[in-house]
């Protein structure tokens, strides 16, 4: 009875390292940029083409594991997705603030996820670049 209990705590355990940590972000917001400064121009809401508020979902499960995984309605993270620490495993790139990147690569360029804490960033780096801007779903 003993080796059982063991037993299945092992197999619990081993299941949460396998499969991390599962987060849900909805995506509401776009930041637009000021093309001469390059700075932040503003953030401003997502809106579909009748410009009524939209909103879209990124489900990134597998945190701290070794194989990532983001799903989202956006052509990048559709036909990929495993995403990559950003700088490989070695050399994660993580602020004192506690950010954390990830990159995903595809046949039109790069995209970024930058987490940090209950906010997220989506910086498409493509033909078209673009930032979503969103917050854990609680």
């Known amino acids: ?13 081993l299941n949460q390292m396998a499969f991390g940590e599962i ?3 909805i995506l509401d917001k776009m930041q637009t ?3 001469v400064s390059g700075k932040d121009d ?8 009748k410009n009524k508020p939209m909103t879209k979902t990124l489900v990134i499960a597998g945190i701290n594991t070794n194989k990532v ?7 990048s993270l ?16 993580s602020t004192s603030s506690g950010t954390s990147w990830y990159y995903a ?8 996820i930058e987490l940090n804490g209950d906010s997220v960033k ?12 969103g917050a854990l779903k609680k």
């Open 69 to 75: 995984t983001a799903q989202c309605l956006m052509y």
């Open 33 to 35: 940029y000021n093309n």
């Open 1 to 13: 009875m003993k080796k059982t209990i063991i037993l299945t705590l092992m197999i619990l355990a």
């Open 23 to 25: 987060r849900t972000y």
């Open 42 to 49: 503003k953030t401003i809401p997502m809106l579909d083409m």
């Open 78 to 93: 559709a036909i990929e997705t495993q995403i990559f620490p950003l700088g490989g495993k070695e050399a994660n790139i």
């Open 105 to 112: 690569l595809n046949d039109q360029g790069v995209t970024i």
């Open 122 to 133: 989506l910086h498409n780096l493509g033909m078209v670049p673009y930032t979503y801007v």
